[in-house]
């Protein structure tokens, strides 16, 4: 049985840091891409960032790039997401996610197999 669970959201202030953790277990965790996508309150579920199975490569949405760094650990099944510089528009609920898309990584939502029950990040002042 796969399971991510996710960790480390909280509230802060602008400008604050946060970092994101997804323990994984239960899959071929070395072998699969990992991704964090977003949903913030009556909109859909964005991408976020997205690191390839080898951890060596990483992909970012626009609103997030140079902000934002995702990372995999693989002796340890878990990756994080390293959240500097947060606005309130970074306000949402988190989720992991992981799968083993045909090149490797993703942005889309469906090309992943499992899910998170998400952790809650809001940005407020």
């Known amino acids: 049985q796969v399971q991510l669970v996710e960790s480390g959201g909280g509230l802060v202030q602008p400008g604050d840091s946060l970092r994101l953790s997804c323990a994984a277990s239960g899959l071929f965790f070395s072998g699969a891409a990992m991704g964090w996508f977003r949903q913030a309150p009556g909109k859909e579920r964005e991408f976020v960032a997205a690191?390839?199975?080898?951890?060596?490569?990483?992909y970012y949405a626009d609103s997030v790039k140079d902000r934002f760094t995702i990372s995999k650990d693989n002796a340890k099944n878990t990756i994080h997401l390293q959240m500097n510089s947060l606005k309130p528009e970074d306000t949402a609920v988190y989720y992991c996610a992981a799968g083993f898309p045909p090149v490797g990584w993703s942005m889309r939502d469906d090309e992943y197999d499992y899910w998170g029950q998400g952790t809650q990040v809001t940005v407020s002042s």
């Open positions: 690191i390839d199975w080898s951890g060596g490569n990483t």
